[in-house]
């Protein structure tokens, strides 16, 4: 049987932090939907065609470090925003959802395109700041020199991006738990998801 876990948020919320931890703690299968988006946008910087990059995507291309930085980010909210590129990675997300044992996906428009049918959906986000701090100090951690105010003004224009596509934006399903970090720790947000996933689980849905 499968169960999935769909968390959504804008950029740096928190999402990958809290997917990890979660699928961790019920042994479910994770997937970070945003390295697919990255993995497209980094071809496409090297010339590439999106579309063609979006379908002939390799599993080895999502460990790749490079894409982890702000070019690569910035270039993968402007493939998202292409309808048949979001189309051609939708097959895999959906399997991938309803693999058997459990998944945990975190994006834009998991509960709301991917899994419409998630049995848990959490919608995670944070203040500008906060985030923009949070992604300042893993940046530097990783070694990328960024400035604060760059990094900022990078997620506003990306987030604003993500809200504003005509297909799949950036939204909070009706039926999601929010979940706002701003004030809140990791640990304290983890344990709220665990908790929400186990008011499910425990129904024995797997
Ligand atoms: O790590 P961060 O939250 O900054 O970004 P990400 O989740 O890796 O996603 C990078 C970009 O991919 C986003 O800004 C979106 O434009 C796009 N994306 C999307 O459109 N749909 C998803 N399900 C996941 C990511």
Redo the contacts with the bound molecule.
Sequence with gaps: MSFCVAIDGP???G??TIARAVAAHFGFAHL????L??AVGRRALQGENPLEAARSLRPEELDDPVLRTPEV?EA??RV?AMPEVRKALTDFQRAFARRAGGAVL?????GTVICPEAEVKLFVTASDEVRARR?HAELLERGIEAEFEDVLADLRA?DA??RERAV?PLAKADDALLLDTTELSIEAAVNEAIRAVERRYGQGRV
């Design positions: 950029a740096a919320a999402k990958g970070d939907s945003g390295l988006y990255r980010a993968a909210s998202a975190d994006g834009r428009d998991i992604r990306r991006r993500d799949a």
